[in-house]
């Protein structure tokens, strides 16, 4: 069976280098295997997050010769083999160690927005129709590429002005809910910076679920800040319709 | 206790974040305690969310003749009657409620025309009973429980593993373990503890679980002097992927047969016929798996060894709406494309039915203080669990298990926690560090994984179970010598040698209750006692920790009242 070469990061905080390892390659294999190997084979403590191995969970993305890729399902085989193949750690988050990153940033944002509130006499039917665009938000896994590759928290570090690409598709996954009674519109605008954000897509090139981050979440949400700051009589029509 | 140590102390500490131990964090924080969830990886990474086909609950949605008796019935035909009658009572009673509750904290079910949540198709479900999200529904699930809890105020400790339960006199008192990121050492103190960490698939070469199942919760408990029963049924899915070799053991959810899809072997024969002609391709899991296995055994497999199973009649886009995750998966990992052709599929290690013993109301252990609910716990699902009836076990369960732990802590009174304990806890799990040799921690793994695989697998007999367990005691020895290299910083090769004992002593338990057990029933298949016995289909079987041994006995399954016993003999 064929060797592949792989360049991985290996260090903490302070310093690192790329560790080059050789790894017999099988058919299908992904490069979480292959992680998987050298640390069974060559390097036991090298620190790889991951969990269901199955793209579910989202827990072993990382940069893959450069590209931010869940490792359990970037196949080898789908990758250049006359080069190294590099795996670095996500580069907008602080390592801990090898391609394990702090990321813990991302879920004290998440506390920060208000949860499904439905109205007291609500009457528990929906359809399906008006669930679809919900739930493609919910398909998220939290694997936190999209946060990864947005260019506001990845080369301007505005981390504590900016929600980021997953927490946009958090909260339009509420505030579309047709049963749910808030808006979020002004935490959007004041605290989770929506406003940064140019559209440039990168999110929703590296989602691994396939969300239309921009066009479906953070596009309706902007004209919703837009409509709520600017323009009073269609701020009022969305209130009482919600009620 | 000693300052030495990070102390957090809270009314209810619960080890585990998966459906099971949220559910048990909103109601234990709903009756005004403090709460305390560990776990060993990121919140809302836990098993659950890899669940896909759906929640089992009698809501009549789309069969309007459903109801609790049925599911209740069910429930135990597909348990072979060793399921604790309360408990399937209890499930069948209380999961459409927790399932209401669910879509009230937010989750978005898949809808009927007329606006209620769409229920679908199971294995072994007389109804169409599952409530569901496509095929996604666990991360549905996860989800809405994590952001609920989240809000309403729990504690949460990610990637911190437990090592052990820290006891005053008789009572759990506590836990001791480790940060996984800096490998420094924390101690939780709790009025009340509850066990919510999962199953043991891991010790199985071939496994739809987790690195995080590793029989963790079940070691705790039984090194606490809690009971272990039901250990020789260990459940495997029929349809787990096959090739390419890395992804073996990937779910294929039950609910691409749910929604219509049909087994055939190698020579095109729907083979379910000669195994089970009345229920077919939806009969439950233990039935299906050991037909794929026997297919294949008699050289009827396909050519990666499995069995074929194709949806590629539905309408293609039908497929990609109900099985998102299939279609991708498949044309992902394996260059399948599952609309258009057949997948190959075979038997996968997915879910532990024994477990920790519990009271049925309560789900409350053998020991005071502790508390087990979810795939950790024994009970419910009997000799084979029914699919759809695990994230209803742990939204019911998972309730009843965090109001009962809350109430014990406002009934119990001050405690201490020995500091010499903490320290003999301290000493073993640094002790790998310090010896100049030794056994790597991912051999032995592999080793024993390869044990559970061979002779602890899905058809079981004497001497294979005997050469298992001598094996297993073997890697016992080796467990005792395992050597880490490295720092404590985020290194899993010393998480794995920790997690290594948790799945030995499990491994041990699962391989002598299968021994014991002289006949088959639901997912224990023993070649050599290939019939029901009626003497052992009113006994479940005990394990239990008596100086340093473990010992087995046999435990009388609970009498059934007369009104259940006639909803079980109805139809």
């Not at chain 2, 399932?99 to 904290?105: A, G, K, P």
Request: net charge neutral.
């Amino acid at each position: 069976m064929a060797d592949s070469l792989f360049k991985i990061f290996r260090g903490d905080r302070n310093s690192g280098e790329l560790v080059e390892y050789k790894v017999p390659i099988a058919p299908g294999m992904v490069v979480l295997d292959a992680l998987h190997y050298i640390q069974a084979h060559q390097a036991p403590d090298l620190a790889v997050r991951w969990n269901c191995k199955a793209g579910k969970c989202g827990s072993c993305s990382a940069e893959v010769n450069g590209r931010p890729r869940l490792t359990c399902k970037t196949r080898v085989d789908a990758l250049p083999l006359t080069a190294p193949i590099t795996v670095k750690p996500m580069r907008t988050f602080p390592v801990i160690k090898d391609l394990v990153t702090d990321v813990s940033w991302n879920y004290r944002v998440n506390r920060k927005i208000p949860p499904f509130t439905p109205a007291p006499d609500t009457e528990w039917k929906m359809f399906q129709r008006d669930i679809d665009r919900v739930q493609e938000f919910r398909k998220c896994i939290e694997c936190f590429l999209c946060q990864n590759v947005c260019h506001v928290l990845r080369d301007h570090e505005k981390k504590e002005q900016f929600g980021g690409p997953r927490f946009y598709v958090r909260i339009a996954g509420l505030d579309m809910h047709p049963l749910d009674s808030l808006s979020r519109t002004k935490l959007l605008n004041e605290d989770l910076g929506i406003g940064l954000c140019n559209i440039t897509k990168c999110c929703t090139e590296v989602c691994p679920e396939d969300i239309h981050i921009t066009d479906n979440a953070i596009i309706p949400l902007k004209e919703r800040v837009v409509d709520d700051y600017y323009d009073p009589v269609r701020w009022f029509l969305r209130k009482i319709r919600k009620q | 206790m000693t300052a030495k140590y990070e102390t957090h102390e809270h009314d209810v500490l619960i080890i585990g974040a998966g459906g099971a131990g949220l559910r048990a964090a909103i109601e234990a924080l709903g009756q005004g305690a403090s709460v305390a969830v560990v776990c060993k990886s990121l919140l809302g990474k836990a098993h659950t969310v890899m669940a896909e086909g759906g929640i089992a609950a009698a809501m009549a949605n789309v069969d309007q003749a459903d109801d609790w008796p049925t599911h209740f019935r069910d429930t135990l035909r597909g348990g072979k009657f060793l399921n604790n009658w309360r408990m399937a009572q209890l499930h069948a009673q209380e999961s459409p409620e927790r399932v209401r509750e669910l879509e009230q904290w937010g989750a978005l079910f898949d809808r009927t025309d007329a606006g209620e949540i769409l229920q679908r198709a199971f294995g072994g479900h007389t109804f169409k009973r599952l409530c569901h999200v496509g095929d996604r529904t666990g991360l549905e699930l996860i989800r809405t429980l994590q952001d609920r809890g989240i809000h309403l105020g729990i504690d949460v400790f990610m990637e911190c593993a437990i090592t052990r339960l820290l006891k005053d006199g008789d009572r759990v008192v506590g836990a001791f373990g480790y940060w996984r990121e800096n490998g420094r050492f924390v101690v939780f103190k709790a009025k009340s503890v509850v066990i919510a960490t999962g199953g043991i698939g891991k010790a199985w070469r071939i496994t739809s679980n987790s690195w995080e199942y590793t029989g963790d919760g079940m070691a705790l408990a039984y090194d606490a002097g809690a009971e272990l029963m039901d250990m020789e049924f260990v459940q495997f899915h029929p349809t787990g992927m096959v090739w390419p070799p890395g992804v073996q053991g990937i779910l294929v959810t039950e609910a691409v047969r749910g929604e219509g899809g049909i087994l055939t072997n190698k020579d095109g024969e729907r083979f379910m016929a000669r195994y089970d002609p009345e229920k077919m391709d939806l009969s439950t899991r233990d039935v299906v798996a050991r037909a794929i296995y026997t297919e294949v055994r008699e050289g009827r497999g396909t050519e990666h060894g499995g069995a074929y199973l194709d949806i590629s009649h539905k309408p293609a886009e039908y497929v990609k709406r109900k099985l998102p995750s299939m279609y991708h998966q498949f044309r992902e990992l394996a260059d399948v494309d599952i609309t258009t052709g057949p997948m190959e599929v075979g038997p996968t290690c997915h879910y532990m039915m024994g477990g920790i013993r519990v009271d049925a109301e309560t789900s409350q252990t053998t020991v005071p203080g502790l508390f087990a609910v979810g795939e950790v716990a024994a009970g419910l699902h009997g000799a084979n669990r029914l699919g759809g009836n695990s994230l209803s076990d742990l939204l019911v369960f998972g309730r009843r298990a965090g109001l009962s732990a809350a109430q014990q802590a406002r009934r119990v009174g001050p405690s201490t926690i020995d500091s010499a304990e903490i320290e003999e806890a301290e000493g073993e799990i640094l002790a790998p560090f310090e010896r100049p040799d030794g056994f790597s921690p991912y051999e032995i793994h592999q080793q024993l994984q390869e044990t559970m695989q061979n002779y602890v697998g899905i058809f079981r007999n004497e001497e294979d179970l005997k050469k298992g367990i001598s094996e297993i005691r073997r890697l016992k020895d080796h467990a005792a010598q395992v050597r880490v290299e490295g720092s404590r910083l985020f290194n899993p090769g010393w998480h794995l040698a920790r997690d290594l004992k948790a799945m030995l002593t499990v491994s041990e338990a699962v391989a002598l209750s299968a021994l014991e057990r002289k006949e088959s029933r639901g997912a224990h298949s023993r070649i050599d006692y290939p019939d029901y016995d009626e003497m052992w289909g009113r006994q479940n079987s005990v394990v239990v920790r008596a100086m340093d041994e473990m010992k087995l006995r046999q435990q009388p399954v609970p009498e059934m009242p007369a009104e259940l016993k006639s909803i079980l003999e109805a139809k």
